[in-house]
């Protein structure tokens, strides 16, 4: 089984919509988490750190589900320019490992 | 700032050839990453260190990859004898030891094609 999965899309979604990924993660040890968005032919870039309380920035919303063990990710309004790969990656900080999801990907269509 | 440095962006080469894939990281980055992206396998972390010292090489396909951290601001992955299957985007990434200490910055990436 995979330490980190996502499903990878496409989400196909117009312009205005909202749309929201999860990505589930295996080990209960995982202690940080977080969105990178990779455009394509690019490198991935930090999108939001998530915290456990769930945090806003703009248009996007993170949460933290412990208990059921994954991640969501929230945008709102969506836009051409959202189109790109979601990337979740979660951090086991005790034995500095860091795994990536396989991404999902967004197309916003006009 | 400077982010991420590598070089060369791009790379195309002949099987069996030695391909060397250079890093420098964001000053003061005390973590540097090597991860290899495909379409198959999406992205994979090679090796990791920390201040210098190869903390975790689980990643590192075979024998014929190696990655060395001479000092804080230099590191090479090289692959010897390159091969076909080892087509894809090398990533170098770095993070600090702040408040945002995992979070990796990465470079724009080495697109390597062997041939």
């Known amino acids: 089984r995979k330490e980190v999965e996502q499903d990878p899309g496409p989400f196909n979604v117009p312009e205005g919509a909202t749309v929201a990924f999860n990505c589930t993660y295996s080990n209960s040890a995982s202690q940080s988490f977080f969105w990178y968005r990779q455009d394509c032919r690019k490198e991935p870039k930090l999108l939001m750190s998530v915290y456990s309380s769930g945090n806003e920035d703009g248009r996007f919303t993170a949460q933290l589900n412990r208990a059921s063990q994954y991640i969501s990710l929230l945008i709102r309004d969506s836009k051409l320019s959202d189109s790109a790969t979601y990337l979740c990656v979660v951090v086991y900080t005790n034995f500095n490992k860091f795994y990536f999801g396989s991404g999902t990907k967004l197309n916003v269509k006009p | 700032d400077a982010g991420v440095i590598q070089s060369p962006r791009h790379e195309v080469t002949e099987m069996g050839q030695e391909v060397t894939l250079r890093c420098k990281p964001i000053s003061g980055h005390n973590s540097l990453f090597w991860y290899r992206q495909t379409m198959m396998r999406g992205l994979e972390l090679l090796i990791y260190f920390n201040n210098n010292v190869p903390i975790d090489d689980s990643g590192m396909p075979e024998d014929r990859f190696s990655a060395k951290m001479p000092n804080a601001s230099f590191s090479t992955l090289k692959i010897q004898p390159s091969e076909p299957r080892d087509s894809a985007v090398y990533f170098c990434?770095?993070?600090?030891?702040?408040?945002?200490?995992?979070?990796?910055?990465f470079g724009p990436g080495t697109r390597l094609t062997v041939l």
């Open positions: 990434a770095s993070s600090g030891t702040s408040g945002r200490a995992y979070t990796q910055y």
